[in-house]
C-alpha cells in the first residue's frame, strides 16, 4: 500500500509539472487511485482496501471539512475588503502624502512604498491589489526621479508581498485552519514579524541611499509642494482611513470582541464606507468588486477540495504513515525535521502557489510538528511557515508579484531588473525566518500576553 501511495503522489506531482490545473491534478488522481483500489476491481491481490476512500464517502468528507467550516468563511471577506479598498483610492491617497513626508530624505520614496505596504498589508491582506496599485502609483514617480531600476521594483514587489505576514492576511487564515491554531492567535503571532520584515526592507533600502546615493536620491525641492501645517493634516487624512480599519479588523480579534469571520464581515463594510467616503462606491465598482471576490475565493476553494480528497485517498493509502516514518527519523531530530520543511517549502514556492502549498504540504507536516514541539509552539511553526510563504510571490520563475509588477510596469523595465530587484528582499525575509527560528518569543510574546495560546 505505501508503494501504491509513492506512484499516486508521483502522478499528482507529474501532472503538476506538466501544467494541468492544482484541483484537477489533486482531486483528478484522488478519483483515479481510489477506483483503482477500491473492491470494484475484485482481482487485485489483497482485501478491498480503501473502504473508507470509495467514492460515496468522498463527498461527505470534503462537505464536512469545508462546507462547515465556520473559519474559511472569513476567507470572502477579507477578499472582498482588499479589492473594495482598491477601488476607494486608499492606496493613491497614502502614496502621495507618504511621499510628500520621507521625499526629503534620500531614499525616501522607497520608505514610503515600504511604509504603504504595510499599511496596505494591515488593511487589505490582498497581495495583487498592492503591487498593481504601487507599481501603477509609485513605480513610474521612482524611475522619474532617477532611482534605479532594480531596487525600484524591488521595493515596490516585495512591500506588496506584505500582507502574505501581515494581519489580516489570507494565508494566516487558512494556515490556522490547517494546523489547528486559532486565527487570532496566528494574527497576535504574526503582528511583530511582519513590522520586524517591514523594518528590515527600511534599513536595506537607508544602507542602499547612505551607500549609492545616485541609485535612490531625494526629491528635488520644486518637486516638494507641501509643507508644514498642510502637509501635517494630509497626513492625518491619509492616515485615519487606514487605521479606522485596522482597529475595526484587528482590534476587535485582538480584544476579543469578535471571532476573524465577524471582524472580516465589518472589514467588508467599512471598506465600502471608505469607498463612499471617497465616492468610489457605484454600481461598476460594487459589481467588479463582487466578480474579483467570487473568483478568488472559489479558486482558493476547489483546491481545498482537490487537496482534501487527495490527502484522503493518500492516508487511507498509508501514505501518512510513511511521511510520519520518513520526517520523524531525520537526522538532527526536531532541528533537522524544521531545516527540511522550511527547505522543502522555500524550494516548491518557486514552482507553485501558497495556496497549493498549504493545502498539500501543510496537511502531512502539521501533526509531526505537533509532536516535535508541542501546542503551544504551534503558533510560531505557523508564522514560520507564512514567512516562507510569502516568499513564493518573489521567487522566479512562477513569483505572481513578479507577474503582477511585470505586467503594469513602465516599458523600459525590464524582467531582468525585477529579478535582479527581488534578491536582496528575498535575502531579507531568509534573515527575517533565521530570526523567528532563534528567538521564538518574537511570535509567541503577544499571544502569550493577551492569554491566547
Known amino acids: 500500500m505505501e508503494a501504491v501511495s509513492l506512484l499516486m503522489f508521483a502522478a499528482a506531482i507529474g501532472l503538476l509539472l506538466i501544467g494541468f490545473p492544482v484541483a484537477f491534478s489533486l482531486g483528478g488522481t484522488a478519483v483515479i487511485f481510489t477506483l483503482l483500489t477500491s473492491d470494484m476491481l475484485t482481482w487485485l491481490p489483497w482485501e478491498p482496501l480503501f473502504r473508507l476512500a470509495r467514492l460515496n464517502i468522498l463527498p461527505q468528507r470534503i462537505f464536512g471539512t469545508i462546507m462547515e467550516n465556520y473559519t ?119 503582528l511583530i514579524p511582519g513590522l520586524m520584515l517591514s523594518g528590515l526592507f527600511v534599513l536595506w ?41 485596522i482597529l475595526i479588523v484587528l482590534g476587535t480579534i ?51 477540495v482537490g487537496a482534501t480528497a487527495f490527502s484522503m485517498v493518500f492516508t487511507a493509502l498509508r501514505g501518512d504513515k510513511l511521511v510520519d516514518s520518513f520526517l520523524l527519523n531525520l537526522p538532527g531530530g526536531q532541528w533537522g525535521f524544521l531545516f527540511f520543511t522550511m527547505l522543502v517549502i522555500f524550494l516548491l514556492g518557486f514552482f507553485i502557489d501558497f495556496i497549493e502549498i498549504t493545502f498539500i504540504v501543510v496537511p502531512f507536516i502539521a501533526p509531526i510538528a505537533l509532536a516535535w514541539f508541542g501546542p503551544e509552539m504551534m503558533a510560531w511553526f505557523g508564522v514560520l ?9 518573489l521567487t522566479p520563475p512562477f513569483g505572481f508579484a513578479l507577474f503582477y509588477l511585470k505586467g503594469v510596469a513602465p516599458p523600459g523595465v525590464k524582467t531582468g531588473h525585477i529579478y535582479r530587484g527581488i534578491i536582496p528582499f528575498i535575502a531579507l525575509q531568509l534573515i527575517a525566518l533565521l530570526l523567528i527560528i532563534l528567538f521564538p518569543n518574537i511570535v509567541n510574546w503577544l499571544p502569550r500576553l493577551a492569554n491566547v495560546t
Not at 217 to 242: C, I, N, Q, W, Y
Not at 285 to 302: C, E, P
Not at 385 to 393: K, T, V
Request: glycine share 10%; hydrophobic share 55%; net charge neutral.
Open 72 to 190: 474559511l468563511v472569513a476567507v470572502p471577506f477579507f477578499v472582498f475588503m482588499g479589492v473594495m479598498l482598491e477601488k476607494s483610492g486608499l492606496a493613491e491617497e497614502l502614496l502621495e502624502t507618504m511621499g510628500a513626508l520621507f521625499g526629503t530624505l534620500r531614499g525616501g520614496l522607497a520608505i514610503s512604498v515600504v511604509v504603504v505596504g504595510a499599511l496596505l498589508a494591515a488593511s487589505t491582506g490582498v497581495v495583487g491589489a498592492s503591487v498593481v496599485t504601487m507599481g501603477v502609483l509609485a513605480l513610474p514617480v521612482m524611475l522619474k526621479f532617477n532611482y534605479d531600476r532594480s531596487l525600484a521594483t524591488g521595493v515596490v514587489a516585495s512591500s506588496g508581498t506584505l500582507g502574505q505576514i501581515i494581519p489580516p492576511s489570507i494565508v494566516l487564515v487558512i494556515l490556522g485552519d490547517q494546523i489547528g491554531v486559532s486565527v487570532g492567535t496566528l494574527f497576535l503571532g504574526a
Open 205 to 245: 533600502v537607508v544602507f542602499v541611499a547612505w551607500r549609492y546615493p545616485e541609485r535612490a536620491p531625494a526629491l528635488p525641492p520644486e518637486a516638494r509642494t507641501l509643507h508644514g501645517m498642510d502637509l501635517f493634516l494630509k497626513v492625518l487624512k491619509s492616515l485615519v482611513p487606514p487605521l479606522f480599519l
Open 254 to 304: 485582538f480584544l476579543g470582541f469578535a471571532t476573524p469571520t465577524e471582524a472580516g464581515a465589518m472589514g467588508a463594510i467599512g471598506a465600502m464606507l471608505l469607498a463612499l467616503i471617497n465616492r468610489r462606491l457605484d454600481y461598476a465598482a460594487l459589481r467588479d468588486t463582487m466578480d474579483q471576490t467570487v473568483k478568488l475565493t472559489s479558486m482558493v476553494f476547489i483546491i481545498l
Open 385 to 393: 511557515i507564512a514567512m516562507n510563504l510569502q516568499a513564493s510571490f
